[in-house]
């Protein structure tokens, strides 16, 4: 790094991603695990009425968020996104907790990925043990992720496009089978019965608020828009462009897909390791429905680990460049591609062996809730940035006028987002099962502001006072 905290040349990452490949890659992020099977075990836990509340919310945050993030990657288009936006605008002890958090969130979403592509593929081999088929997937995307950031985004778009066709046909014939207009094996046509109101919240209204972080894991990958913002072709505009079209067609996929599924299964048939979603098209009568759609799934799963896998690996590259990791995992092969932070993460996305050991539902929720709740912390850390990166900006002398994408109704964006996330750790410390998870998660952020706050702080002052000054 120069003395004016510029990187080389060489060791830049190219903005090679267009349009179309940043939309689907924040779209492929999140239609896999936790729509196609983590929906159903929502549906399960709170009832209808409480899975469907509490995607709203859920899709209430992430609008919260991704605007958040907007105005401050169109302002700042680099890679690492809202690592950086915390060091530079709340404090480097910050930027430094809440990359390594989303770090280890995002890295073990890969494991569940891969957990869950094991688990599918019990559909084909029953006989072949599932950590066999997690270390072959962790070997697959390893390779598809050490090819060039051209290559990988071509490769997500139409991976992400398999999975958009499939659920749009899955929702078409799923409010077909609804209205009997395709009759269903073994089962009258139920039209609205199971939505009716006195069975949409079985368990409580309480139960959303703990559930809601299936809701949270669910919508992690959206901000992929930040953390590509630097291998992104003219951010100016298709950052915006993606951050609108993005919200609305999740939220509306989610929204759609627990109203087909609650309306056809009562939520006592609804569990994690069948996924609905073949079970619907078999019942449905669609030739080879089971073969079909769990391939779809595989597709889907693998493309979210993939999605993943690349959130980590650009982080810990930008973390690297900044002083807050290694720098080894700055380095960048001959493809441009950051390969040590690669191997580094792959390590992690290694947790789902422990298959080998524990039932592959406990893993799963296991890292789904080392997931939700690094993503949670790393939302309110990105709500953070935008609330000081304003003032910050005003108080330079900025004009709001001249900002490209901004924040509607600020501050109150940024609070109620920050509030909302907080509340839901804090109804997580009444659920016994994700207690742990909440205490893990929250020490290893002490842990992380500690390490830096006593080892790191004074090596890193220089490299913080020298950053890169914004991209427009």
Known sequence: MSSKGEQPQDNLLKRSMKSRHLFMLSLGGVIGTGLFLNAGYTINQAGAGGALLGYLFGGLILYMVMVCLGELAVHMPVTGSFQTYATRYISPTAGFSLGWMYFVGSAATAGVEFTAAGILMQHWFPNVPIWMWCLAFVALLFSLNALSTRGFAEAEFWFAGIKVVAVILFLVIGFAAIFGFIPMEDRTTPFLTNLAPTGLFPAGIAIVFVTMMNVIFSYQGSELVGIAAGETENPEKNIPKAIRTIIFRIV?????????????????????????????????????????????????????????????????????????????????????????????????????????????????????????????????????????????????????????????????????????????LVFLAFDPTQRIGLYYGVGFLVACMLFYKFRLEKKNKVIVETKVEPVN
């Open 252 to 424: 509306v996929f989610y929204i759609a897909s627990i109203i087909v599924l609650s309306a056809i299964f009562p939520a006592s048939e609804l569990g994690l390791l069948a996924s609905p979603f073949v079970t619907l098209m078999e019942i449905a009568g669609v030739p080879y429905a089971a073969g079909i759609m769990n391939f779809v799934i595989l597709t889907a799963i693998l493309s979210v680990g993939n999605s993943c896998l690349y959130a980590s690996t650009r982080l810990l590259w930008a973390m690297s460049n900044e002083g807050m990791a290694p720098k080894v995992f700055g380095r960048l092969s001959k493809r441009k591609v950051p390969l040590n932070a690669l191997i580094f993460t792959m390590t992690f996305s290694l947790l789902s062996l422990l298959t080998s050991v524990m039932e592959a539902e406990a893993v799963f929720v296991l890292l789904m809730s080392i997931a939700g709740i690094s993503v949670t912390i790393s939302w309110m850390g990105i709500a953070t940035s935008q609330l000081m990166f304003r003032r910050h900006y005003l108080k330079g002398g900025g004009k709001l006028e001249d900002l490209k994408y901004k924040v509607p109704f600020y501050p109150y964006v940024p609070l109620f987002c920050i509030a909302f996330c907080l509340l839901i």
